[in-house]
């Protein structure tokens, strides 16, 4: 899918003197509330009131951030599946939302596919698979998956909960590379760190901005960034996909903006313009690339045809994995 990683200045002309049908003109005519199902203070945060803040700016109009965490995104997902189609209700929703939490559990409050009006992918952060470099003697990738190979459940592999990125990120390199690892579930990112750093366990997929304390003092080390391409904040870290005989490999991890189902054409075209004027603005752009995050845009038809993408692997990983959640 040709996703645009930088934001079309045709549609920044676009929303400033484009002609616009008349329903989109009187929008927004009061405040937006944008729903985050996380907790204030985390990376979902980090992206949404910064990027709602430069939209504003092009609406007229505050976005006013809901933090609705709880059950794995499914409290606010929900919320917003059950709102009105009027384009005062959005939700900054994410790959667990869309993609994986349709296979990882047996009853959802909403529906992935029929209950959003998609409007735009908008990030992909990097996580990286970090080890300890006093028990993990590998120096790349390579030679970790040669190791491991020869001694299937000799090395643990930490995560931050069931069915997180970096749960299925594990699951995804097990199965890729042929290896058996022992999980080892800690409650959060930051404590399964501490589990590495303290030799608890062997290594980890997390994300960078929580890793990078660790890495620039040298009680990780970083040996493969989860995602498709190298990133140009972990120069010399290779992609983990081409290693050792592994194919294909992408676990990263990626958000999007979506409306509840039935909201206006003109409206989903309205919000998309102003999103993706917003992430043209290079300080913001800046800001995010600094701490991990790949800002993104893309057609509300290439977000649908992406989610539906996703949720096909990751539901081939969970099965294969037999990870359910109630």
């Known amino acids: 899918m040709a996703i645009v990683r930088r934001a079309a200045l045709v549609a920044l002309a676009g929303l400033a003197l484009g002609p616009q049908p008349a329903?989109?003109?009187?929008y927004p005519a009061r405040p937006i509330h944008l729903i985050v199902p996380y907790a204030p203070g985390g990376g979902a945060d980090f992206f949404a009131r910064p990027v709602a803040a430069k939209m504003a700016e092009f609406l007229g109009q505050p976005i006013v951030i809901e933090n609705k965490p709880g059950a794995a995104t499914n409290l606010g997902a929900e919320f917003v599946a059950k709102s009105a189609p009027d384009g005062y209700t959005l939700l900054m929703g994410d790959v667990a939302t869309f993609a994986v939490n349709p296979s990882l559990y047996k009853k959802?409050?909403?529906?992935?596919?029929?209950?959003?009006?998609?409007?735009s992918l908008t990030s992909r952060y990097a996580i990286v698979l970090v080890v300890n470099p006093d028990r993990v003697k590998a120096k790349s990738i390579a030679e970790l998956i040669e190791a491991a190979r020869k001694a299937p459940g000799s090395f643990d592999i930490a995560h931050a909960g069931v069915g997180t990125p970096f749960h299925l990120a594990a699951a995804l390199f097990e199965q890729s590379a042929?290896?058996?690892?022992?999980?080892?579930?800690?409650?959060?990112?930051?404590?399964?760190?501490?589990?590495?750093?303290?030799?608890?366990?062997?290594?980890?997929?997390?994300?960078?901005?929580?890793?990078?304390?660790?890495?620039e003092s040298?009680?990780?080390?970083?040996?493969a960034v989860a995602g498709e391409t190298a990133r140009p904040e972990l120069p010399g870290v290779p992609p983990v996909a081409g290693a050792a005989g592994i194919g294909e490999f992408d676990a990263s991890p990626w958000r999007a903006l979506v409306a509840p189902a039935g909201t206006p054409a003109a409206v989903i075209a309205r919000l998309h313009d102003a999103y993706v004027a917003a992430v043209a603005d290079p300080v913001l752009r800046a800001r995010l690339a600094d701490a991990g995050v790949e800002p993104l845009s893309s057609s509300p038809e290439e977000l649908a045809a992406y989610r539906r993408k996703e949720a096909g692997k990751w539901a081939e990983v969970i099965k294969a994995a037999n990870i359910q959640l109630e």
């Not at 329903?23 to 009187?26: P, V």
């Not at 303290?198 to 990078?212: I, K, L, P, Q």
């Open 108 to 119: 959802l409050p909403y529906d992935a596919e029929q209950d959003f009006a998609p409007i």
């Open 218 to 223: 040298g009680r990780l080390k970083a040996l």
């Open 23 to 26: 329903r989109a003109q009187t």
């Open 178 to 215: 042929g290896v058996k690892l022992n999980q080892v579930p800690y409650r959060g990112a930051s404590q399964a760190v501490q589990g590495i750093i303290a030799g608890e366990v062997h290594m980890m997929f997390v994300d960078y901005a929580t890793a990078r304390p660790q890495l």
